[in-house]
């Protein structure tokens, strides 16, 4: 079967949304308690990026913790809602691009988890969202980016990356492959979803781009965004130095 033409770059609607809960498992996920520990000794109101349907941002409203939402997809923002109403919590979100938002908060805290920030691939787009972070940050405030490597080998030919079943009875195959962009600092990333509905199996492909950062690249654009005490570490650790984990990139914007 022929893949129908592929989705908008970074799509996150019908049953994309409805099936991105379960790329994660459940809690305590991976970053919960590193973000968690962010937000609690910057104190005040939180600002989560790309919150999606809320993986961290409802455990964060349960247990308290003041955390506001951005996300570009009305789909992935209405499963919220209806997961905040199962756990009684009241979220604010917005429904903006990271790099045009304007809020009436300010906010102590900023931060993107899952390499969410590499989906702005130009130098514009990257230096349009530092500028809308900085500004929504009150003075001291600390905005914290999650940066993926590029892959240690790229997968040209599909490799299966995920099976999941949805709620209603769907079964979804997800494979992904990997190259990099022949000219530009970005790799593509593509997954191919074949969904399953018994007599009918719909098969379509998702054509990602991710920013690429060497070690000073995305430093830089903090400083040149007005930034200071620009700082990264590896993993969810004090670590500055081990291979291979999510670079932490963090920076705050000036008191004064």
């Known amino acids: 079967m022929s ?51 809320g993986r961290l941002m409802l455990p964060y409203l349960r247990d308290g913790l ?37 809020l009436p908060a300010r906010y102590t805290c900023i931060f993107c988890p899952v390499n969410s920030f590499q989906i702005l691939v130009t130098d514009s787009d ?3 969202a530092l500028g809308c972070c900085l500004k929504a940050l009150v003075p001291g405030g600390e905005l914290i980016l999650t940066i993926a490597d ?26 992904d492959q990997s190259h990099p962009h022949p000219a530009a600092p970005r790799w593509h990333w593509n997954l191919r979803w074949r969904v399953n509905r018994g007599e009918t199996v719909e098969e379509f492909i998702q054509a990602f781009e991710l920013r690429d950062y060497d070690a000073t690249d995305l430093l830089a654009q903090f400083a040149a965004s007005g930034f200071e005490g620009v700082c990264e570490r590896r993993g969810y650790t004090e670590s500055k130095s081990a291979k291979r984990l999510q670079r932490i990139v963090c920076a705050r914007r000036p008191k004064a």
């Open 3 to 53: 893949p129908t033409p592929a989705l908008t770059i970074w799509d996150y609607s019908g049953i994309v949304a409805a099936a991105y809960d379960q790329f994660f498992g459940n809690e305590p996920f991976f970053d919960q308690a590193f973000f968690a520990e962010r937000i609690r000794a910057n104190g005040g109101r939180a600002l989560e990026l790309a919150c999606g349907t």
């Open 150 to 175: 590029r892959p240690a080998a790229w997968e040209s030919d599909w490799r299966e990356r995920r099976r999941i079943v949805l709620d209603d009875g769907a079964q979804l195959v997800i494979d």
């Open 126 to 128: 990257i230096a349009a």
């Open 66 to 102: 003041d955390v506001e939402g951005l996300d570009t997809s009305g789909d992935m923002l209405a499963i919220l809602r209806v997961k905040a109403a199962r756990l009684g919590v009241k979220p604010t979100l917005h429904q903006r691009p990271m790099q045009d938002f304007d």
